[in-house]
């Protein structure tokens, strides 16, 4: 009976304790609440916005712009009009390079690092004037380590900002820490990204576990205390 009581408190504090890489949750960013030219920076970690919104959902995600210039090309942007087809307006993510030197149409990026990382598919909508735009998913931060997937996106209007009505989905194997968006300065904008990122697991989980492992380790020192000695 004690041998039975024993494996089976093992096995439960096996499967308990491993749930945890399972655990996921689906994100999504749809930039509300950010004011009009506000670099999103830190809000999507629980932080603030450049103009001090937040503090945001901490997702453990992060907007910043490359090492050369150090600038967060990624701003929230509130248009007069909201755009046709997008999926949530009215603000959505503008390429926008907060160097007044740079000229509109000039490509640049801006990096979205996840910290936890994220896997399975990315998704966004997006709509890009005369301009094609990429993204491409990374393994490491700022867009280092093993490319993982890239998309090429046409533009979707020459005149105005017209999104896509349809969403784009790239899936990949392996777990991304970061997205590289690029496109022409002022000429590409992005909504409603979407990514799945590992969520830690219960407490009530891991104390139910290291509970099952506690009984086991018990009923293993009881069973060696009540062996019969060999003389």
Known sequence: MNRTIRMLAFAAAIVLVGLKPVVAEQVL??????????????????????LGTGPGPNYGITFTGPVVDGQNDAIAYIPKT???????????????????????????????????GFSGSLGWYYAAIDSNAT???YSGMNGSGTLLASK???FTSQTIGIFDPNEIDV????????????????????????????????PVLLVIGGGCALVYRRFRRDDRRNAPRVS
């Open 82 to 116: 909201a755009f046709p087809n997008d999926p949530s307006p009215p603000t959505v993510l503008l390429l926008a390079s907060e160097l007044s030197v740079i000229p509109a149409g000039q490509r640049i990026s801006a990096y979205m690092n996840v910290s936890p």
């Open 29 to 50: 960013l749809t930039f509300e609440g950010l004011k009009n030219g506000e670099a999103v920076n830190n809000y999507y970690a629980g932080g603030n916005g450049s």
């Open 135 to 137: 993204v491409q998913i």
């Open 152 to 154: 090429t996106l046409p």
């Open 171 to 202: 899936s990949f194997s392996g777990v991304a820490h970061s997205a590289v968006f690029s496109g022409g300065n002022q000429q590409v904008a992005f909504d409603d990204i979407r990514l799945t990122i590992p969520e830690p697991a219960s």
